[in-house]
């Protein structure tokens, strides 16, 4: 079955790197996504890994992907208040026509 | 990505009432979805609705309690019937992305029953 775990709660310092982590049960999940959740709007999607690639950079984001291991992690450079929010890791088998697994988030919060 | 709008974006309901919820895209999509996340929770996958056919529902859900429409490619609402204070969530929709590797979210719809 499909299943997604991450930690419940990160909390760092403004200006040091976060690394949020993930890890999927999944061995048919072809893309990996980072969702951000900030309180008291929807969901806004980040950045996404396909699962033959093994990292992914985006400006301050950087995403790795340990296919063997079922692991993904998310790492934000120079962090600031404003990351402050939720951070959802999600699986698809076959991206944005079926469904999307989401796990529980990572509540991220930033110390000034 | 799409424009997504949802309305209401809250709403405080009775128990023994129904809410629709209505999901507007700025462009047309084949597949919309409906998500609920319940409080401290994450999301749950409601069903997926494709324009011309009925929805499909995961396991769990009926469509007795969420029934769906989709009358056009741009538009879609998910009803909660009946309901209980259980079904105080946050409702999403969602529709696929241009290139249909990711899908991208309304803001939801913020439902508490008393």
């Known amino acids: 079955g499909e299943d997604v775990e991450q930690s419940l709660f990160l909390s760092v310092r403004e200006g040091d790197s976060s690394v949020i982590n993930c890890t999927y049960t999944?061995?048919?999940?072809?893309?990996l996504y980072w969702y951000k959740q900030e309180p008291g709007a929807g969901l806004q999607l980040l950045t996404y890994?396909?699962?033959?690639?093994d990292m992914k950079q985006d400006q301050r984001l950087t995403v790795l992907l340990n296919k063997k291991d079922k692991h993904l992690s998310l790492r934000i450079a120079d962090t600031q208040t404003g990351d402050s929010a939720i951070y959802f890791c999600?699986?698809?088998?076959?991206?944005?026509?079926?469904?999307?697994?989401f796990g529980i988030g990572t509540k991220l919060q930033v110390i000034p | 990505s799409a424009v997504i709008s949802q309305k209401p974006s809250r709403d405080i309901c009775q128990r023994g009432t129904s809410l629709t919820i209505q999901c507007q895209v700025d462009?047309?999509?084949?597949?919309m979805f409906w998500y609920r996340q319940q409080p401290g929770q994450s999301l749950t996958l409601i069903a997926t609705?494709?324009?011309?056919?009925?929805?499909?529902?995961e396991s769990g859900f009926v469509i007795d309690k969420f029934p769906i429409s989709r009358p056009n490619l741009t538009f879609s609402t998910l009803t909660v019937s009946n309901m209980s204070p259980e079904d105080s969530s946050i409702y999403l929709c969602?529709?696929?992305?241009?290139?249909?590797?990711?899908?991208?979210f309304g803001p939801g719809t913020r439902l508490l029953v008393l």
């Open positions: 969602s529709v696929e992305g241009l290139t249909q590797e990711t899908q991208y």
């Open positions: 999944d061995s048919s999940s072809t893309y």
């Open positions: 890994i396909f699962s033959n690639m």
């Open positions: 999600a699986e698809s088998k076959t991206g944005g026509y079926q469904k999307v697994t």
């Open positions: 462009s047309q999509v084949t597949m």
């Open positions: 609705a494709n324009q011309g056919s009925e929805a499909t529902y």
